[in-house]
């Protein structure tokens, strides 16, 4: 599909990089990755990034929707930093990777919610 500077620019990233990058919490560890990313078809904005977890903290390797405001690109640790503690982790929304559901506005209220965030009004 061409080389790396093909697929990013200084200020956008394609999709299929996006998906692996690891996500580290602030203080650079490692909390898993990026299984895939949710986009509105509509307005095209990215609302979700949806992060797998290998079985840290007990936890398995589940899929946890993030509201991608969340997420902070670290060109330091090459990856993404979300700011969540891990006990807020083992109550987050999350689904089974081969039990996808379905991304309803109340799904997606009650994420943004969890996190203490307004669901975005598209």
């Keep these: 599909m ?72 670290d060109t330091d640790v090459g990856g993404y930093v979300v700011d969540i503690a891990k006990d807020r982790l083992t109550g987050a929304p999350r689904y089974a990777r081969d039990q996808v559901p379905e991304y309803t506005d109340s799904y997606g209220r009650s994420i943004y919610g969890y996190y203490g965030l307004a669901y975005p009004m598209l």
Excluded at 20 to 33: D, F, H, M, Q
Excluded at 36 to 60: H, P, R, T, W
């Design 2 to 73: 061409g080389d790396t500077l093909e697929r990013e620019t200084h200020r956008l990233i394609s999709s299929d990089k996006v998906e692996g990058t690891a996500v580290y919490n602030p203080r650079k560890e490692k909390l898993g990755s990026i299984a895939n990313v949710m986009i509105d078809k509509k307005s095209g904005q990215c609302e979700y990034a949806v992060m797998e977890f290998g079985g840290l903290f007990g936890i398995g390797s589940d899929h946890y929707p993030i509201p991608w405001d969340m997420l902070t690109y």
